[in-house]
């Protein structure tokens, strides 16, 4: 499925306060998440399946990373 991710809403995490190393995320409608580089956005995104994300956000947890 192709469309265009300006149509999606993108979002930073909490924790990025401004800082300016920071990725954005959306929920993309085919179900993948898209991440990005928020400094630079028109350079494209990495789309991920659910249970991929799902297992990315879950290592993060458990190590206590603040990424």
Same mark, same amino acid.
């Given at each position: 499925m192709s469309f265009e991710t #300006?149509?999606?809403?993108?979002?930073? #995490? #909490?924790?990025?306060?401004?800082? @300016?190393?920071?990725?954005e995320a959306a929920?993309?409608?085919?179900?993948?998440?898209?991440?990005?580089? #928020?400094?630079n956005p028109a350079s494209g995104e990495l789309d991920f399946a659910p249970e991929v994300w799902a297992a990315f956000t879950?290592?993060?947890?458990? @190590?206590g990373s603040s990424v």
């Open positions: #300006s149509e999606v809403g993108w979002f930073k #995490s #909490s924790h990025s306060s401004g800082q @300016t190393e920071c990725v929920w993309l409608r085919d179900g993948r998440i898209g991440v990005r580089d #928020s400094k879950a290592g993060v947890r458990q @190590t």
